[in-house]
């Protein structure tokens, strides 16, 4: 860790650990989805819509803070894109519930809930990584097994629509289904945004 002689702005530490906990309330919100039936997505949407705000008035706050600081714990660039790519993750869990509903889907594809689970095991790993931003330790573990993850969720997403694309749903259906498993296939790839700028921000720091 490099020596720093002058203080800096800790409480992005906070609104970091705040906007990644959220995150794991959405992702157990999507795994709430698929056992429910669809009489009950509706309140589901309505609840992860709500996370979803959360979600923006973290990422605003971190933005306000970044623009309202003089000294900040890393570069103003990687605060930004960290806050970007969390939020971002955020939008596109709630925009998938969101197409569900709206596409008044009766039956999700087979394959979808390891899809969902892969994003739940990645926002526990965001989660708990967060808090080490202060001491910059134990973050190696973290951005690794978030490859590894998301690397899982292109497989799944490839089966997907492999199982898609078998003859089973008409032309319409297939187009429903193919936009929100895409959906959550973004989502990976951010929580994949987030572990390298985690990295990047490590390896400036170290």
Do not use: C
């Amino acid at each position: 860790m490099r020596f720093r002689l002058t203080p800096r702005e800790t409480s992005f530490y906070d609104m970091f650990a705040a906007s990644a906990d959220n995150i794991v309330t959405g992702s157990k919100l999507l795994m709430e989805l698929l056992g429910a039936d669809a009489s009950a997505r509706a309140e589901i949407a309505e609840r992860m819509r709500a996370a979803e705000h959360a979600g923006d008035d973290a990422t605003h706050a971190i933005f306000h803070q970044l623009n309202s600081s003089f000294i900040t714990p890393f570069d103003r660039e990687d605060i930004y894109n960290l806050a970007s790519s969390l939020d971002d993750i955020m939008d596109f869990m709630e925009e998938a519930v969101d197409l569900v509903v709206l596409y008044k889907v009766e039956e999700l594809p087979k394959g979808i809930d390891q899809q969902i689970e892969v994003l739940a095991r990645a926002a526990e790993l965001t989660a708990e990584a967060m808090p080490h931003l202060r001491t910059m330790t134990n973050l190696t573990e973290y951005w690794i097994e978030v490859n590894r993850l998301e690397n899982q969720a292109d497989q799944i997403h490839r089966k997907l629509l492999a199982h898609l694309f078998n003859g089973k749903y008409d032309a319409i259906e297939v187009l429903k289904l193919k936009q929100i498993v895409d959906i959550l296939e973004e989502a990976a790839d951010a929580f994949e945004h987030v572990a390298n700028t985690v990295e990047t921000i490590a390896v400036k720091e170290s």
